[in-house]
């Protein structure tokens, strides 16, 4: 990415440890650095990810390579069909020698989560995750327990067509701020790629380039960027406009809302800007909108892509 004049919010240090993550991903995710300019801006904006592609294009490398930039805590999910609820968030468990029960906490326990092929499991274990992304807390057995802060769950799933797949309820989509797809590498990234990857794995060689402390700075700054009551009514014009057209049923939410202004928050920041501007708002509305619109029947009937229907939302609403 290019390099953008810096504004008193956003201050040089800011700058610098971005780019070293970005950097650091880059290593190992090579050819796409939209996507990865899109996991940070999630990260940083306080959401959780929905990375869904076919098998085998890097979503659970691209998930690693977020988690062991920073120097948190990391706990992968392999979501199976036999996996249990109690699987995700823990489960307590009597002391006979104590006469009490004592809680056993679960691997949803963790500053970053990497929820692998989410949608093998089935929905009641999906929807163990809802009040882990909404509220950052578990409940079992009446008692609550918070989750560490940060928390971003980052999830991988295939296309609900592919063989033993279950669709993710909307309530469980609605909380995944963004949903990206990777697609294939460009012919020069896979020809580095295989260059490089049957020798040694980069994955491997990649270190944390950002402490907690440092982590907090930034989601702390991001939340200092300013949006004026222009651009606010702008995002609820788009989605009130995603909510009225003919070829969507079910359009973006209240939530959604809330978290398209944290996401252009997020970009503005790592484009050096302490305010946001409309490119911010429309630079981020493809991966906050692309898992939550239901598209109608005679939409899917008329061959009508979803990307394409939301870059012409925003492109025909006026800015104020």
Known sequence: ???HPTLPSVDSTFRSNYQRMFDAIQEVITGKPEAITNTIVVLLAQGHLL???VPGVGKTMLAKSLARSVNGSVHRIQFTPDLLPSDVTGVSVFSPQDHKFTFHPGPIFANIVIADEINRANAKTQSALLECMEEQQVTVDSITHPLQK???VVATQNPIDSEGTFALPEAQRDRFMGRISLGYPDREAEISMLSTHHI???LDALTPVLELDQLHQMIEQVKQVTVTQRLSSYIVDLGRATREHPYISLGASPRALVQWVRAAKSHAAINGRD????EDVRAVAPMILSHRLILTR???SEGVEPLALIQDLVSTTPVG
């Open 1 to 3: 990415m290019s390099a």
């Open 51 to 53: 990375l869904e592609d």
């Open 150 to 152: 940060p928390f971003m």
């Open 200 to 202: 040694s794995e980069p």
């Open 275 to 278: 305010h946001v501007l409309p």
């Open 298 to 300: 005679r939409a899917l």
